[in-house]
């Protein structure tokens, strides 16, 4: 079996928060306690945590944003800058509302320095998401939410990345659009062989989408396994309760 | 409708120019739960905003909302503000910016009890007591004091609910309540909303993008999309035989719990939602529905008996 | 975007900026008469007397000519105190915006420190210590606007560094200098501009106060505000030699006030897009 492409081992990450009181020492909030997890190649694994379970944190430190308090996170693989990239929850802040969409796209390779007839890859990049080469020439606003995040999927596909990581992808996004984003990234996954992370508060969005799942809670991994295994038979009761707590069509009308 | 709330009739909204919500006709029966499905650009916020009088500056509402003998939309604002947080409330999506951050919480629900029923401080505050206990906040008593950041997302929500139902409302708005709340939270809080509206015998109009929300709270569900009400009728009978085809698409594109996808690909509406002013003339969801045809370049009429759909090529 | 209808104080300060800007341009190829051009037989001559439009001063130099000349100065005192200004405060804004920590504190402290004084005080100061002139003036209002664009840019800043496409920036390896130029500085752009004019109207006030005490620009040069304070001797004889500069002095400044409320205007996120 091969190397992991992550290796996270105890994991943890405090914060400081202001003083609110003079003479007492300020609280600490620990966000990440105790994390560890492999991501194995080729794999689509669910990180799923209600607010306040750390898994924006621990995006931050996969990317080396931030330094760990205690533990480790090892990437095994060339260089992060390149090879992990990732795409936010909310696309409107995701793009510079001043760039115009192709330099938008196109910003890893320019930083990265990376060759390549600029143009072509743009063209490329735009088609794989379902966007025009055209729409290269207008600026974010102009585009709707869905397609915006397109257009952050595309940005990070540009560097050639191994591992994407996908904060909250759809949660922002109508309902109608999400399956449309949700089958983009798969799609992507295969064409460009890719390791996937999908973070969710939902745990409806990684049933059909990730091949194993990590349940975060308070900063700690509750539960993990593999996808079919959590969801029918989930071990901790937290797990449980998420899965109980999705409200559910009682009524399922034909399936056109 | 026999013994309805509210009778809206024709209600548009218009924004800059355009319409945001198209000339919508419907009733919310007395007692009951009424969920309005809708994405963005569908109106529905719109149209709670135009019932309750609190559209923001520069839209104008035009229609008729039949409360009773008087027509909402054309009430004086010194009505209006009687009505509202007595017979009319509202509870809205974001609890952080929907209470005031710098009043503490306590007297915040007490507020409409002081405004609407003329109570001194302190029977206001010891009512404001048990309307936090009744939305089951824990320390009911001491939480009184407490500021709005003090509390969790699910308080916040609760102390929202609290303060609508303290004058005991005919009208209970709820516009999106549970959806910037946290998975298990939100089961909890939507449970509680619709005991408290049954205990009231307050009808609730719920709105919301969520369609399994509807399913298991809401008696009648109209759904909207593009300003125009496209299907509407009792909950069972509409997500048991969904007719219009975008109901269908929301329908399927909710990832199936407990069931494998066939190719393994989730169901997706194809294309995006129009932004304002981009909708298509006559059906605005003609440009994304498998179905269409040249007969829906005009608006089809929302017809029906008791399930009612506004579409040329309605599923049977 | 959809066009936004022009704001009518954009067009109103436009049109009186427009006057200003073309007073000064005109006044180097042509003007009335000789500003400097003393004619003691001509003293005190009403508008309209003897050829001279707005009359004539004290020593019979025409009032004309000499707000036109002015122009010239008030523009380029305007110019270089703003530039400095900006040159200045903003990246220091921008580097407490993108560093924090101590960096942000010291640019910030110092901001309050400089801004706890007033301006004039400062620019008197200044003068003091070192030669009055208009050199002298132009850089003590510079100094004294830099805190201001700090804390703009700083502010400003701070939400910029707030948003998603920042992190995405780093992510990908961007160093602080390429985040500043390809993302800070293009969106605190607007509020830049607008703080510009604003400050640029404060310019003229100014320097108009620091030439009324003798502080600004030195004789012969004419200025709005020398010409007010020699004005003032004469206020019984000739009470129109104080309203010309003054008004000069008064619709420069009000047109800029209304080009930037006219910006501000036009550069905020409108009602329509929120509602989409």
Known sequence: MSEPVFEVRDLTRRYRLPRTALLQPPRTLTALRGVSFDLRRGESLGIVGESGSGKSTLLRLMLSLERPDEGTVTYHGGSLRREVQIVFQDPVSALDPRMRVADLVLEPVRVLRLPGDHPAMLAELMHAVGLSAAAGRRFPHEFSGGQRQRIAIARALAPRPRVLLADEPVSALDVSVRAQILNLLLDLRAGYDLTLVLVAHDLSVVRHTCDRVLVMRAGEVVEVGDTRTIFRSPRHPYTRALLESIPRLRTRGPVA | MKDATLEVRH??????????????????????????????????????LAIMGLLPEGLTAGGVAMYGAEDLLSLPDSRLCELRGDRLAMVFQEPMTALNPVMPVGAQVAEPLRVHRGLSRRDATLEAARLLERVQIPNAAERLRAYPHQLSGGQRQRAMIAMAIACSPDLLIADEPTTALDVTVQAQVLALLGRLVDEEGATLLLITHDLPVVDQLCDRVLVMYGGWIVEEGETDEVFGRPRHPYTVGLMDAIPPLDEDLPDGRLRAIAGSVPGLGEFPSGCPFRTRCPRADDACAVMPPLAGDGHLVACWHPFA | MRRRPLPPSLAAGALLIALLVLSALVSFAWTPAPPTHVLIADRFAGPGQHGHLLGSDQFGRDV????????RNTLFVGVVAVGIAIVLGVPLGGAAALRRGWVEELVMRASDLMLAFPALLLAILFAAVFRPGILTAMIAIGLAFTPVFARLVRGAGLQVMAQDYVTAARTFGSSAGAVFWRHLLPNVTNVLIVQATVAFALSILAEAALSYLGLGTQPPTPSWGRMLNDAQAYLNQSPLLALWPGLAIALSVLGFNLLGDGLRDLLDPKLVERMQ
Not at chain 2, 14 to 42: D, K, Y
Not at chain 3, 64 to 71: F, N
């Open chain 3, 64 to 71: 004309l000519s000499m707000l036109m000349v002015g122009a």
């Open chain 2, 11 to 48: 209600l548009t909204v218009t924004v800059g120019g355009m319409r945001a919500v198209r000339g919508i006709t419907f009733a919310l029966p007395r007692g009951r739960r009424t969920g309005l499905i809708g994405e963005s650009g569908s109106g529905k916020t719109l149209t709670a």
